[in-house]
């Protein structure tokens, strides 16, 4: 049972990383390489299995104990159902039997936001809690719930979409087509839409000499300096983050957020605005013993939690023989 390993895969619209995954969460090699997702879903998928062959070419086909794939879009037994706007053709892409027959090696897909919520479950700071919610910035906002110590994926796999519940009801519209969603505020776009306003207001701000280039990024080095409009901008997204999950936290009652993402390596500049706005809006005793921290794994949790697909089945297994045992 220690012996073997799992390939790791987290597919994203610009890279695919890959790994080889010990059973304790041990990355031992890593490699990644272009989705080329413009290309359309045949080219990806062989660009996938050109990095799952490289990673098992050295290695016994009996010391690979599965593949796992986190996958954008909505995944419903191992197959792609859709939603994935950033890769081309990513729709009912069976994925996973793809993969399984070319290598005949068992094969687990999920969506990329499941996976890296796994990897924070059972790798990062996920382990010490049974309900919670791993939320991730970037250019979307997605989030994976663990509930009573598993993972909920919900009537049709996409449990989670916090960037599309709704914090302003008359507010801004959102590409999803309705109003005042997390994601208009919190997203890329609403986050530069929002520095662009206050820019005008504000012209001698550090952000103007980068104002055809900004980036989420750049607007929290800037807020990191003390730059007024940047400092204003984060504070604002971070009190619409907040409000999104006092939302999820009062209906559930959690007990820890954990917070990820490109926007999360901003750091505290960030989690503070969050944090105070969490503690605004959720109630006296969700609050008690609510924990609120920026995830440890950060970019690996998506390569882990794709593992963790592998040994989840692999625990499910050793159980059934028990029970059948015991029976
Ligand atoms: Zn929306």
Redesign the pocket.
């Known amino acids: 049972m220690d012996r073997g390993v799992i390939v790791g895969i987290d597919l994203g619209a610009t890279f695919i990383k890959a790994g080889l995954i010990t059973q304790n969460g041990q990355i031992i090699t890593q490699l990644q390489r272009l989705t080329e997702a413009t290309q359309g879903r045949k080219k990806v998928v062989e660009n996938i299995a050109f990095v799952i062959k490289h990673l098992i070419d050295n290695q016994k086909r009996d010391s690979i104990l599965g593949i796992g794939i986190g996958s954008p879009g909505y995944v419903l037994n191992g197959q792609i159902v859709g939603g994935a706007e950033n890769i081309k053709d990513w729709e009912n892409v069976p994925l996973r039997e793809i993969i399984e027959k070319r290598f005949s090696v068992p094969t687990f897909v999920d969506n990329d936001v499941n996976t890296v919520t796994l990897g924070e479950k059972v790798f990062g700071l996920g382990k010490r809690s049974k309900n919670f919610i791993c939320i991730t910035l970037g250019t979307g906002i997605g989030a994976g719930l663990v509930l009573n110590g598993q993972l909920y994926r919900g009537a049709r796999g996409y449990a989670g ?1 916090i ?2 519940t ?1 914090v302003d009801y008359k507010g801004w519209l ?6 005042g ?4 505020y919190a997203g890329t776009e609403g986050i530069l839409a929002r520095a662009q306003v206050l820019l005008k207001k504000t012209p001698q701000s550090i952000l103007r000499k980068s104002q055809e280039r900004l980036t989420p990024k750049i607007i929290c080095e800037a807020a990191k300096k003390g730059d007024p409009v940047a400092q204003e901008v984060v504070k604002e997204v971070g009190e619409y983050i907040g409000v999104g999950l006092a939302n999820v936290v009062n209906l559930l009652n959690l007990d820890r957020v954990i917070i990820g993402g490109g926007i999360s390596q901003a750091g505290r500049v960030i989690l503070e605005p969050i944090k105070a706005s969490l503690k605004r809006y959720t109630l006296n005793l969700g609050r008690k013993g609510l924990k609120v921290n920026l995830s440890i794994l950060g970019a690996r949790a998506g390569l882990l939690g794709s593992a963790v697909l592998v040994l989840e089945k692999m625990e499910q297994e050793v159980k059934n023989e028990r029970e059948y045992l015991h029976f």
């Open positions: 979409e960037g599309h709704t959102c590409n999803c087509g309705s109003r969603c997390l994601e208009a």
